[in-house]
């Protein structure tokens, strides 16, 4: 799966958990940029995200984003296996 499809579909998962049609992601996209991102909110989004792509991120692979693009390059690589 290419980034330009994940980044598509991911735009739609935030935008659904966070109830904001004006997001728009890139790859440096983080909580400081999205309002209503806090602590709970990333559970829910990493839950909503996992079922979208149907796989389930590590705990590491969690606590290890530091940003959208390092998201979308972990689901990118996972698809291709």
Do not use: C, Q, Y
Request: proline share 0%; net charge negative.
């Amino acid at each position: 799966m290419d980034k330009e499809t994940v980044k598509g579909r991911l735009t739609k998962v935030f935008r659904n958990v966070f109830d904001d049609d004006a997001i728009e992601l890139t790859d440096s996209t983080t909580a400081d940029d999205i309002e209503a991102w806090d602590s709970l909110e990333h559970i829910t989004l990493i839950s909503a995200v996992e079922k979208e792509f149907k796989m389930r991120f590590t705990m590491k692979e969690v606590s290890g984003m530091k940003n959208v693009g390092e998201m979308m390059n972990i689901i990118a690589e996972r698809a291709k296996n």
